[in-house]
T-cell receptor, first 113, second 113 residues
Framework: QKEVEQDPGPLSVPEGAIVSLNCTYS??????FMWYRQYSRKGPELLMY????GNKEDGRFTAQVDKSSKYISLFIRDSQPSDSATYLC?????????????FGQGTILTVHP | NAGVTQTPKFQVLKTGQSMTLQCAQD?????MYWYRQDPGMGLRLIYY???????DKGEVPNGYNVSRLNKREFSLRLESAAPSQTSVYFC????????????FGNGTRLTVT
């Protein structure tokens, strides 16, 4: 079993829809949680970065972490065609695990006009 | 401000050939990483350098070597390329290992025939 599981999709939604992307994880030591967006033939780009449980909002994006159920979510409001990309969740235990981010497989999202 | 720069962008090697992938960051980050990305496998850590002068193995180090040349530069060497090393390679950096998010370059697409 992978430490971070993510439904690869693909997910296709109409412009303006609310998108929900989800990951589960198994390592209870994970404390830092990230969402990256990756456009085709580009490197992953950091979208959201959260520590421990709770919500974080940045514009149209909201990240949620529920450590009790080991569940990570990213919500995109008023989705736009420019949001079409692969979204990767990632987690890290911090401390001596250094940069050993564990990534989900990525969800391919298409927002059509 | 270029961020993380990787060279070359594309490379084709024959089995048994060697090559070095170059990475440089201009963000004065302490930590640097090499990942590979394969379909269905997500991003996997090959090697990382928590600070200048140190390097450590990640999840999939076999067949690779690294050099942290200075604070800015971190290279990845394939001594004898194998078809299994066909992948997209990403270099990343972070301010501090373990607590800071990673910033990625745009990748090197390597094909080994």
């Amino acid at each position: 079993q992978k430490e971070v599981e993510q439904d690869p999709g693909p997910l296709s939604v109409p412009e303006g829809a609310i998108v929900s992307l989800n990951c589960t994880y198994s390592n209870s030591a994970f404390q830092y949680f990230m969402w990256y967006r990756q456009y085709s033939r580009k490197g992953p780009e950091l979208l959201m970065y959260t520590y421990s449980s709770g919500n974080k909002e940045d514009g149209r994006f909201t990240a949620q972490v529920d450590k009790s159920s080991k569940y990570i979510s990213l919500f995109i409001r008023d989705s736009q065609p420019s949001d079409s990309a692969t979204y990767l969740c990632a987690a890290n235990a911090g401390g001596t695990s250094y940069g050993k981010l564990t990534f989900g497989q990525g969800t391919i999202l298409t927002v059509h006009p | 401000n270029a961020g993380v720069t990787q060279t070359p962008k594309f490379q084709v090697l024959k089995t048994g050939q060697s090559m070095t992938l170059q990475c440089a960051q201009d963000m004065n980050h302490n930590s640097m990483y090499w990942y590979r990305q394969d379909p269905g496998m997500g991003l996997r850590l090959i090697y990382y350098s928590a600070s200048e002068g140190t390097t450590d193995k990640g999840e999939v180090p076999n067949g690779y070597n690294v050099s942290r040349l200075n604070k800015r530069e971190f290279s990845l060497r394939l001594e004898s390329a194998a078809p299994s090393q066909t992948s997209v390679y990403f270099c990343a950096s972070s301010e501090e290992a373990g607590v800071s998010p990673l910033h990625f370059g745009n990748g090197t697409r390597l094909t080994v025939t």
